[in-house]
């Protein structure tokens, strides 16, 4: 659908968001970057399963939130 378009563009975007943890865990210099790899690990996972539940409802035929009806 159309109107998931930026939907699937969001979870593309996570799994890239897991690729650069992924490569700064491997070549991090302290603790410190840990943390920040592990945040945007922990933040593509969780923005990656929100956008694939609202695509998963709006394949339902569910009307989209109010959030996603200003969908470009």
Not at 13 to 34: I, P, S
Request: some cysteine.
């Amino acid at each position: 659908m159309e109107k998931d378009k930026t939907l699937k563009k969001i979870v593309d975007l996570c799994y890239e968001m897991l690729e650069l943890a992924d490569h700064g865990d491997k070549f991090r210099l302290d603790d410190g970057c840990g943390v920040v790899f592990g945040t945007l690990r922990d933040s593509a996972y969780k923005i990656r399963r929100l956008a694939e539940k609202e695509i998963s409802l709006h394949n339902q035929n569910r009307k989209p939130s109010s959030d996603c009806k200003k969908d470009k």
